[in-house]
């Protein structure tokens, strides 16, 4: 197999990670005949440092031409700290989003039994956990018209869906749940939100072709509360992209951190993969961050964009191995990890390949 990957390393702790994303990747290729070309472009902050432009032309094209993009990702306190900054890195990652048709965003909740007890959550809450988030990416209050009065005292996002837009997300989840426990969650706030109202009557259209799923609808705050309450009822949830935004990130707490957590936005065309955690510019160059979501997410670019189940499991297995042995990275690490076996960002990702090569080996 024959393929091109198109490596967006970003900000922050973006570079450090998707570097080991890319040397996972890399070998893969090696250990199973595949032949994987990399190039490489500019988004974010360091983009608008270079161009003055967080999505360059130049970065557009090559993400059209490539088969998969692995991405790091946006951010810099310069922008948090003033609001009223024009350009924005995350303006690059919303602009590709729409470029690329990229509607539907994935974000598995994969919990490894060993760091039950990194996660604030009772064991016995957690334990058998295994979600799948669909979380619509082209509509809602990210793109819907903005306006601030003139005296600036004033503010509105317009939260904006389009049926089309909600039917081609709930074909993908539903399609989803048939592949997994026949089950799935709309979350909404139909209660309230005309847009929400939309949505709900949306799905449940679409739920009709899919009769064999078991589909509830549940409002986002009682979705919250039941996250937390009772994650293992849950296996297919599909939502909105705010309500998305926010929902997953509560998640990350079931995996015990957002390090662990990998995500695929898609449509009909090229995948974009990327970990769910932020540009964390904070321990950006002090080899602490964790390369393991930038890798779970190169495992879902194998399985989802490119068919390679065998090869994606290779990773989650290794991973796997690595947390069975003790060894952790400082944001999942616990009373239990010893000093020899607390990590940094390079340790981390070299061990993970030694294992797939061990794994490799022996299958």
Not at 6 to 17: K, N, Q, T, Y
Not at 115 to 134: N, P, R, V, W, Y
Not at 307 to 323: W, Y
């Amino acid at each position: 197999m024959k393929k091109n990957i198109l490596v967006i390393p970003g900000d922050g702790i973006g570079p450090e990670v998707t570097a080991w994303g890319k040397a996972v990747l890399t070998e893969i290729a090696e250990l199973s005949g595949h032949e994987f070309t990399f190039d490489e472009g500019l988004m974010g902050h360091a983009a608008i440092e270079a161009e003055g432009n967080p999505l360059p032309d130049e970065t557009l094209e090559k993400a059209r031409r490539s088969d998969a993009i692995l991405f790091g990702a946006v951010g810099h306190a310069l922008y948090d700290n003033d609001p009223s900054l024009k350009v924005r890195p995350e303006q690059g990652l919303l602009k590709i989003r729409k470029e690329l048709g990229l509607y539907a965003n994935l974000r598995p909740i994969l919990l490894f039994d060993e760091l039950l007890e990194a996660s604030s959550i009772k064991s016995s809450i957690l334990k058998g956990t295994d979600i799948l988030f669909f979380r619509e990416l082209t509509g809602d209050v990210y793109f819907g018209e903005k306006q601030r009065s003139e005296d600036r005292n004033t503010a509105s996002d317009l939260m904006i869906y389009h049926k089309y837009e909600v039917e081609r997300i709930a074909h993908k989840a539903f399609e989803a749940a048939m592949q997994r426990g026949r089950k799935l969650c709309s979350v909404d706030k139909a209660n309230v939100l005309e847009s929400s109202r939309l949505w709900r009557e949306t799905v449940q259209e679409v739920a009709k072709s899919y009769p064999e799923v078991e589909t509830v609808h549940m409002f986002v705050d009682n979705a919250a509360m039941q996250l937390i309450k009772d994650p293992k009822q849950f296996d297919v949830v599909l939502t909105a992209n705010l309500f998305g935004d926010i929902l997953t990130d509560e998640a990350s707490q079931i995996a015990g951190s957002m390090g662990m957590l990998a995500s695929a936005s898609v449509g009909d065309g090229t995948g974009f993969f990327e970990p769910i955690h932020g540009s964390a510019h904070d321990i950006a160059g002090k080899n602490i961050a964790n390369p393991l979501a930038s890798i779970l997410s190169v495992a879902l670019m194998l399985e989802i964009s490119f068919g390679l189940k065998e090869e994606a499991q290779l990773i989650i297995s290794a991973i796997d191995q690595v947390l069975k042995e003790g060894y952790r990275t400082a944001d999942i690490a616990d009373k239990n990890t010893s000093a020899s076996h607390l990590l940094g960002t390079a340790e981390m990702g070299g061990l993970v390949l030694k294992f797939i090569k061990q794994k490799s080996t022996t299958n």
